[in-house]
Nanobody
Framework: QVQLVESGGGLVQPGDSLRVSCAAS????????MGWFRQAPGKEREFAAT????????YYSDSVKGRFTISRDNTKNTVYLQMNSLKPEDTAVYYC??????????????????WGQGTQVTVSS
């Protein structure tokens, strides 16, 4: 059974840092593009960050660029999202996703075949 399991979410204050992780199992994801998406209350799911199969290419949404860093460890089948200088507007459920159809970083949710259940990140004072 293919699974993506996010962890590391929580409640933090504005300006704090947090790292969320996504552990994949059930198949090898080392050839897959991976992505992080987020969904805030009352809003549609939106793209946050993506990384190519070997980590050589990364892309970010304008809203997180310069503050968030996506990375991966293929030996552990795990992808990470390091979030710095967090803002209240970063509050959302964060989902990781894997694409079995492309190796290359891609911001479109339609190319991702596998999704995790999400982890809540709340930024509040």
């Amino acid at each position: 059974q293919v699974q993506l399991v996010e962890s590391g979410g929580g409640l933090v204050q504005p300006g704090d840092s947090l790292r969320v992780s996504c552990a994949a199992s059930g198949r090898t994801f080392s050839s897959d593009a991976m992505g992080w998406f987020r969904q805030a209350p009352g809003k549609e799911r939106e793209f946050a960050a993506t990384i190519s199969w070997n980590g050589g290419s990364t892309y970010y949404s304008d809203s997180v660029k310069g503050r968030f860093t996506i990375s991966r460890d293929n030996t552990k089948n795990t992808v990470y999202l390091q979030m710095n200088s967090l803002k209240p507007e970063d509050t959302a459920v964060y989902y990781c996703a894997a694409s079995a159809t492309t190796r290359w970083a891609n911001s479109s949710p339609t190319i991702y075949n596998y999704w995790g259940q999400g982890t809540q990140v709340t930024v509040s004072s």
